[in-house]
């Protein structure tokens, strides 16, 4: 889950960081009001999960009130890369001598967290990272120890900081590791870390990404996220407890396993189609998830054909099926379904589909021709009232 | 042979007395596994699954069973104490099929296991040795003895290819699924080096997905280590970067984990790649 960047420096700051004391505005009249609060200029900041809002202009400075107000209204309702920025923060400006990076991430070939600072911050430590690799540094934790004050300020002198600014960067990169384990981060980023023209530092930005497998155990987190990161049906799919992902394609898929569900779209790619989804149904595929699962995938309007890939494995197929069937009742029937049923009574299952006059499919190969050949006539034919002869042709 | 599971397997059931716990149990013993015992703390004294005793700690089971291998079913949040007491109680493999435990929880489980315990997955089917053992959550009919080697990152897909195989009369010496997660006990390279040394093992099938470079440092593995030959697939060529795709290891991130950069290392190394699951058991065939 993805924190904006007003929630990770709040977050920060509780960890005794050295953050802005800015404020979030959701009109361009509390922007104004807030920078009169703050009285001396300020930056305005777009709020979107996406990175690049400077590019996009999405970061304004604004030297008084007025002009606050006027860039709040130009930044507000701003698209930046598909996302409609809805609120802004206001900070005080700082007075920059240098910008720093300084960010952890779950390394996971080496299964630990590994701490990284760079002199060259304010740009994207990607970017850093393909042009000048050697300017990043990086430490990883003993996760039975946690980071060190050496380790802090062995990361402060190679990235070439005077002595006297050496103990305020160990103390917050110690803070920030406090901080990324407490909230079972997976990502915590301060860029800019910057040096003010006093020699202070302050955390001008953070990012931070909350592992979803540990929500369970940081409500205050779980209550921060926010809508614009997911769709309407990736959030209903979330809470059906189902793996969704919106492609661009046109097949819908349903599948049960999410490497199987990857190699369904592969396939279906492969036999010159594309994908409308990624679906992870779960084990067992019950009908009320089915259900559910198929509510989703018909809601969007470019799905021309539906494939159902289920491996029965333990639970059996004819079980399977009827709980498809029972999922069906009452579904818009708006385009064609291939299912492809194996395991255990596979036969007695696909033979109860047939009966409900579904497509069935053996293997792979045949339910991804089938779909895609389908999805095309659909395509062909325009309209959903043409698809009736395909859905009665066993 | 085969590796990890076999007739020597004397297994423990953490969790038996839970839903899942109780069904894949009594499954295991079905299929002829060696279970021994049951692991619910505050349940300690009773019986499971008819007669499976329970026990409060593993250390007791260990004790009194004689276990040596554990599996795990305890719900997430549970699962790293599961596996760490396991570990304290000198079980040699563990293998967890909990999905969703969180990541730095298996930071520090690992860092601790560290040459004390093997562990597959978490968020894995588990392993299974044909007409031998069964530790895992895998439909055991499926499966037949024979001369290929799979490991996997995935569950049902890999039945996908077992099905296969067994379709065509082509057995399996072990399979095993090494989870989904970002941070997992085993690796491919773990797996593939025991296969190599298996003489039951001709042949060695591998399941990818993108996200991470343990595929990468598999197929360096396979170019400086390998004698067997090595059919592969990796899932996920049509995912969009960014995206987590159900399994929590399955993500592209900052361009690195792609499909394509596994199956270019791979061919690289001289594994034969397929389009498809459905091309898997006719690649094999063609070197049986």
Redesign the interface.
């Known amino acids: 889950m993805k924190l904006q960047e007003y929630q990770s420096k709040r977050i920060f700051g509780q960890y005794g960081m050295p953050v802005p004391q800015g404020d979030v505005a959701t009109t361009p009249a509390e922007a104004r009001a807030l920078a009169e609060r703050m009285g001396a200029p300020v930056v305005v900041k777009a709020q979107v999960l996406v990175g690049g809002r400077g590019k996009a202009g999405g970061i304004k400075l604004a030297k008084t009130p007025d002009e606050a107000e006027e860039v709040a209204g130009r930044i507000l309702g701003m698209n930046i890369k598909d996302l409609t920025v809805k609120k802004v923060l206001v900070d005080p400006a700082a007075d920059i001598a240098k910008e720093l990076y300084l960010g952890m991430v ?1 390394d ?2 080496r ?3 590994v701490v990284m600072a760079s002199s060259e911050g304010g740009v994207e430590i ?1 970017e850093v990272a393909a042009s000048s690799p050697e300017k990043i540094i990086q430490v990883a934790v ?3 120890l946690g980071l060190k004050e050496y380790q802090g300020r062995e990361l402060a002198m190679s990235i070439g900081l005077p002595r006297e600014q050496v103990p305020a960067f160990t103390k917050i990169a110690l803070a920030l590791y406090d901080c990324f ?1 407490s909230s ?1 981060a ?1 990502l915590a980023e301060i860029n800019p870390l910057a040096v003010l023209r006093n020699g202070s530092l302050k955390a001008l930005d953070g990012k931070m990404l909350i ?4 929500l ?2 940081h409500p205050e987190l779980a209550a921060m996220r926010d809508d614009e990161e997911e769709t309407a049906e990736e959030r209903e799919a979330r809470e059906h407890g189902l ?1 969704y ?1 919106q ?1 661009d394609g046109q097949i819908g898929c349903m ?9 369904t ?6 036999y010159g189609g ?2 409308a989804n ?1 679906l ?1 149904v779960g084990g067992g595929a019950k009908a009320d998830k089915v259900a559910a699962a198929l509510r989703i995938i018909l809601s969007d309007s470019n799905v021309k054909a539906v494939l159902f890939n289920i ?4 639970t059996r197929c004819d079980e399977v099926a009827r709980g498809i069937l029972q999922a069906l009742e009452g579904m818009p029937k708006r385009v064609p379904m291939v299912v492809r049923l ?3 009574n596979d036969v007695e299952g696909q033979a109860i589909l047939r009966e409900a006059n579904m497509l069935t499919a053996t ?3 045949d339910g ?1 021709q089938k779909v895609v050949a389908a999805a095309k006539a659909l395509a062909r034919d325009g309209d959903a009232e043409g698809v009736g002869h395909l859905r009665s042709k066993p | 042979m085969s590796i990890l599971v076999n007739n020597e397997t004397r297994l423990a059931v953490q969790g038996i007395t839970g839903r899942e716990g109780a069904f894949h149990a009594e499954q295991m013993i079905a299929y002829g596994t060696k279970v021994v015992a049951g692991v619910t703390p505050g349940k300690g004294g009773g019986w499971a699954v008819g007669h499976v005793p329970i026990f409060d700690t593993v250390r007791e089971a260990v004790e009194a069973t004689g276990a040596n291998t554990s599996i795990i079913y305890v719900p997430a949040p549970f699962a790293a104490d599961a596996m760490l007491e396991a570990t304290d109680a000198n079980i040699a493999l563990i293998v967890c099929i909990t999905e969703g435990i969180p990541t730095l929880d298996m930071v520090r489980v690992r860092a601790y296991l560290d040459g004390k315990a093997r562990l597959i997955g978490p968020n894995c089917p588990g392993a299974i040795t044909p007409s031998e053992a069964k530790v895992g959550i895998m439909p055991g009919h499926i499966h037949t003895r024979g001369p290929v080697g799979i490991v996997s990152r995935s569950g049902t897909l890999t039945y996908e290819v077992v099905h296969a195989l067994s379709m065509r009369g082509i057995g399996q010496s072990t399979a095993v699924g090494i989870g989904g997660d970002p941070i997992i006990g085993t690796t491919f390279v773990d797996v593939l080096e025991m296969f190599e040394n298996d003489p039951e093992t001709q042949q060695v099938v591998m399941i990818g997905e993108i996200g991470g470079t343990d595929e990468e440092k598999a197929a360096e593995f396979i170019a400086s280590q390998m004698t067997k030959p090595v059919t592969a697939f990796i899932a996920g060529q049509t995912a969009p970067p960014g995206k987590r795709m159900g399994h929590a290891g399955a993500i592209i991130s900052g361009g690195k984990g792609t499909a394509a950069d596994k199956i270019a290392a791979l061919e690289n190394a001289g594994v034969r790649v397929a389009h498809h699951p459905g091309e898997i058991a006719e690649m094999v065939a063609e070197l049986a």
């Open positions: 779950i996971r070939s299964g630990q967290v990607e003993d996760p039975c384990v079972d997976s592992d979803d497998n540990a369970f155990r793996s992902v492609l599948v049960n396993g999410a490497g199987l569900a990857m190699a779209m592969d396939i279906i790619k492969f594309a994908p990624f992870d491996f029965g494995g333990i194996v395991g255990t293997t792979l190969a991804a």
